[in-house]
């Protein structure tokens, strides 16, 4: 079974900044593309970022850019999300999530994280 482990949620003030990780094996994450998800209550689960199993190429959704950087770290199997003036909306549960392509279609990851929990109080 393939294993995504998220970290880094907590509960912050609108402006303030996270840094989620999602660390899995060498071999799943050297061979696919990595990117975050976010579903909060009430919403589909939504597209933020995703980054190329190079790191070559990354995307964002309209809402995380200017604000949120995907990043990875080879030697840790791990992908980052820093996340930046943090607002209310968006709070929500995130998920990390591997797959053979990057995309925003979820459809496109075949393994995904339990998720972290980012809270942003007004």
């Known amino acids: 079974q393939v294993q995504l482990v998220e970290s880094g949620g907590g509960l912050v003030q609108a402006g303030d900044s996270l840094k989620l990780s999602c660390t899995t094996s060498?071999?799943?994450?050297?061979?696919?593309?990595m990117g975050w998800f976010r579903q909060a209550p009430g919403k589909d689960r939504e597209f933020v970022a995703s980054i190329s199993s190079t790191g070559s190429v990354t995307n964002y959704a309209d809402s995380a850019k200017g604000r949120f950087t995907i990043s990875r770290d080879d030697g840790k199997n791990t992908v980052y999300l820093q996340m930046n003036s943090l607002k209310p909306e968006d709070t929500a549960v995130y998920y990390c999530a591997a797959g053979s392509w990057t995309s925003s279609r979820s459809s496109f990851y075949n393994y995904w994280g339990q998720g972290t929990q980012v809270t942003v109080s007004s």
């Open positions: 060498r071999r799943t994450f050297s061979s696919k593309a």
